[in-house]
């Protein structure tokens, strides 16, 4: 079964800093997702990602499949940015289960 | 198009009770899991249904439950409530599985 270690758990930031938040996993897979949850609960799909990286907007998404890791990083972040960003893997080999990491809870001052 | 549709959005019950949770996944979408959030064990795989067949399941005791009709649609059911079952009840759509999922807004289901 794939573990998921994310990092850092929690991070406050001052509006404006570049933001990086990590992932890493120890089984091999397909593709990796970055989510984004707010207070209330809703969870937004931010990246889908198999290899290299991923532009929207401000946020910007790497992996390295040979390294087992991703990194979620935020340019100019914003109050609005503040979220539990999660990341999420397979299992394993051709699972459909998704495996979650812990989360970052991002806080970002005006 | 019409995102990931969650119903009830909010459900409290009793110890003992039942309940059924639904999900209506983007058109087109034929893959729809399920997740249980809590604040002490984070988000955790329920079970997966593709074209209304269970492909993988969670390990979760036989009183969850879930299916999937023709349409898509997706129910769970959680027989037998207990304290513990109060979380978020999450459920994704993706095409296949295999391509980018789509949460819905989720259900927050209190067991008093």
């Known amino acids: 079964k794939n573990e998921v270690e994310q990092s850092p758990q929690n991070l406050t930031a001052q509006e404006g800093e570049f933001i990086t938040i990590n992932c890493s996993y120890s089984v091999g897979i397909s593709a990796l997702h970055w989510l984004q949850q707010h207070p209330g609960g809703g969870i937004v799909s931010l990246f889908m990602l198999s290899s290299g990286k991923k532009k929207h907007g401000r946020l910007i998404a790497t992996i390295n499949i040979q390294e087992k890791h991703s990194s979620l990083h935020i340019t100019a972040s914003h109050p609005r940015d503040s979220a539990v960003y999660i990341c999420?893997?397979?299992?394993?080999?051709?699972?459909?289960?998704?495996?979650f990491g812990k989360g970052t809870k991002l806080s970002v001052i005006p | 198009k019409a995102g990931v549709t969650q119903t009830p959005r909010y459900l409290i019950k009793t110890r003992g009770q039942q309940v059924t949770l639904s999900c209506s996944p983007i058109s087109g979408h034929r893959s729809v899991s399920w997740y249980q959030q809590t604040p002490g064990q984070g988000l955790q795989f329920l079970f997966e249904?593709?074209?209304?067949?269970?492909?993988n399941k969670g390990n979760f005791p036989g009183r969850f439950s879930g299916r999937q009709f023709s349409n898509s649609r997706s129910e769970m059911n959680v027989s037998t409530l207990e304290l513990g079952d109060s979380a978020l009840y999450l459920c994704a759509s993706s095409v296949d599985g295999n391509t980018e999922a789509f949460f819905g807004q989720g259900t927050r289901l209190t067991v008093v």
């Open positions: 249904y593709f074209s209304e067949t269970q492909r």
């Open positions: 999420a893997v397979p299992s394993g080999a051709g699972s459909y289960q998704l495996t």
